[in-house]
Nanobody, 123 residues
Framework: VQLQAYGGGLVQAGGSLRLSCAASGYTFSRLGMGWFRQAPGKEREFVSA????????YYANSVKGRFFIDRDNAKNMVYLQLNTLKPGDSAVYYC?????????????????WGQGTQVTVSS
């Protein structure tokens, strides 16, 4: 399975970005998908996840109400809309895929990881 994340960049505080992740090599509709992030000197942390069919979504408390995840199974894509960005959101953002459809907040649940895309929020 290959996961390719893109869409990061430099944005001012209060701005928005839309991250995308393209998947190949697996039946995408049977992958739980998640986004994680890692800032320098910090551990990788859960940001958001979405179940196979998109019926269930999950968010870290720190991003709830500001970030929104969705997927397009026909295009093998998952997206993360980042709104009202804060400097504390600066990190490398990773997309990940799980053959499971539960426990998607846990990084240990994931089988496949993409390379990261850098998000930098200036104050």
């Amino acid at each position: 399975v290959q996961l390719q994340a893109y869409g990061g960049g430099l944005v001012q505080a209060g701005g928005s970005l839309r991250l995308s992740c393209a998947a190949s090599g697996y039946t995408f509709s049977r992958l739980g998908m998640g986004w994680f992030r890692q800032a320098p000197g910090k551990e990788r942390e859960f940001v958001s996840a979405i179940s196979w069919g998109g019926a269930s979504t999950y968010y870290a408390n720190s991003v709830k109400g500001r970030f929104f995840i969705d997927r397009d199974n026909a295009k093998n894509m998952v997206y993360l809309q980042l709104n009202t960005l804060k400097p504390g959101d600066s990190a490398v953002y990773y997309c990940a895929g799980s053959v499971e459809n539960y426990g998607l907040e846990s990084p240990g649940r994931y089988d496949f990881w993409g390379q990261g895309t850098q998000v930098t929020v200036s104050s």
